[in-house]
């Protein structure tokens, strides 16, 4: 599709999403929702991806839903509700599920502001960095509504219950070294070393690693958070260990250790990846 609220393309191996309205510093619309499923899609569907970078257009990351529309922003503005198994669903939501399904690492470039959804949508990305000078929050209750795209689940996982509800209870906007105190995000950096860091970061799993073993992990990870004892862990684990163990990747990765060389692996998530990889549950909207 052509896209015109967000860029994409790839360069050594790393798809980059750039959220793209600097006019309006980035805010979500039902378009940009769309754009975004879709670029994760491209990105899935492509074995030359071995891992996404977010990133804003310009001073801002996303400043939250497009409140042009005024005090009725967040209605349905007579339009019907989009319902899935009954329920409503909200747009950031459906964005916030399709990162969680990514079958590559997802890593967030704060570069500004990011406030609401914009906050929210990269907590099911797997690494956050932020620029120094970056603004953040969960305004939602100033709003008067509630923290969506399954926040709910994502952020006390983050960062505690303690403080995910110190951030969702005051709705205050915090800076970037609150942010890191919090375990929010994992390092800031300097505007312009921001997005230098974030590619170095999607270059070293690129190039050290097997894209099918990330792509495992990626998922054992995310729904490791929900196993309800280690003994289910260990389950998960032990069944990857056996699909994977006498596949080609493994034996590059140990045949290279030994040779002390760089690891060529063979494998690929398109064609590859074993069925005990967890599977998160489809959806229709792509999430």
């Known amino acids: 599709m052509a896209f015109t ?30 754009e975004l499923i879709e670029a994760f899609d491209l990105a899935d569907a492509d074995d ?9 257009a310009g001073r801002a990351f996303c400043a939250g839903a497009d409140l042009s529309g005024g005090g009725g922003t967040f209605g349905r503005s ?32 704060i570069n500004g502001a990011a406030v609401g959804v914009g906050l929210t949508m990269t907590l099911p990305m797997d690494i956050r960095l932020v620029a120094d000078t970056a603004k953040l929050g969960f305004v939602f209750a100033r709003r008067g509504i509630v923290p969506e795209a ?15 509800m110190e951030w969702a209870a005051t709705g205050r ?24 860091a974030a590619y ?11 894209a099918v073993s990330v792509a495992a992990v990626r998922r054992l990870m995310w729904s490791g958070l929900s196993a309800s004892s280690p003994w289910e862990a260990h389950a998960a684990d032990s069944r990857l260990m056996t699909e994977l163990g006498p596949a080609a990747d493994a034996a590059e990765g140990v045949t290279a250790f030994l040779e002390k060389r760089p690891p060529a692996f063979p494998m690929s998530v398109g064609e590859d990846l074993p069925p005990g990889v967890p599977s998160w549950p489809d959806d229709p909207y792509g999430g």
């Open 173 to 196: 906007v915090f800076g970037a070294a609150e942010a890191l105190e919090g375990r929010l995000v994992s390092r800031v950096y300097p505007g312009e070393e921001l997005l230098p």
């Open 200 to 210: 170095a970061l999607a270059r070293e799993i690129a190039e050290n690693t097997s």
């Open 5 to 34: 609220e967000i860029q994409y393309g790839v360069a050594d191996q790393v798809a980059t999403i750039t959220l793209y309205r600097p006019d309006r510093l980035n805010a979500f619309t039902l378009t940009m929702r769309a």
């Open 150 to 164: 399954a926040s709910s689940w994502f952020l006390p996982r983050i960062v505690g219950i303690a403080q995910a």
């Open 48 to 56: 030359e991806v071995r891992a996404v970078v977010v990133t804003g």
């Open 78 to 109: 007579g339009r019907e509700a989009e319902l899935v198994n009954g329920y409503p669903r909200d747009g950031g939501g459906t964005v916030a599920l399709r990162v969680a399904r990514s079958l590559k690492p997802v890593i967030a470039a």
